[in-house]
């Protein structure tokens, strides 16, 4: 079955740096667009990038262009998201997603369970 598992949160200053990283199995990762989402207490799950199943394309949310950058290893079936220059309102779960056609034309989205990023002095 799909399975997504990220890594890599944790507690971080202001200004820091940090690196999510998010392992699937269960289907063709080299053909599979990949996502990172984040949601924050009391508001709504929001897209944070996007990555083409050969990495060649990759596009951002205003709120994170120039700091975050999103990258595959298609040969580990993991996706990656650097995050620096963190501020306090990117604190949030973090989730990585799949979004999956069966051969019958019908599209699922798969999540992980997400990853704690905290950014606080």
């Known amino acids: 079955q799909v399975q997504l598992v990220e890594s890599g949160g944790g507690l971080v200053q202001p200004g820091g740096s940090l690196r999510l990283s998010c392992a699937a199995s269960?289907?063709?990762?080299?053909?599979?667009?990949m996502k990172w989402y984040r949601q924050a207490p009391g508001k709504e799950r929001e897209l944070v990038a996007a990555i083409t199943s050969s990495g060649r394309t990759t596009n951002y949310a205003n709120f994170v262009k120039g700091r975050f950058t999103i990258s595959r290893v298609n040969a580990k079936n993991t996706v990656h998201l650097q995050m620096n220059s963190l501020k306090p309102e990117d604190t949030a779960v973090y989730y990585c997603?799949?979004?999956?056609?069966?051969?019958?034309?019908?599209?699922?989205?798969?999540w992980g369970q997400g990853t704690q990023v905290t950014v606080s002095s």
């Open positions: 997603n799949a979004r999956l056609t069966s051969p019958g034309g019908i599209s699922n989205d798969y």
């Open positions: 269960g289907f063709t990762f080299s053909s599979s667009g």
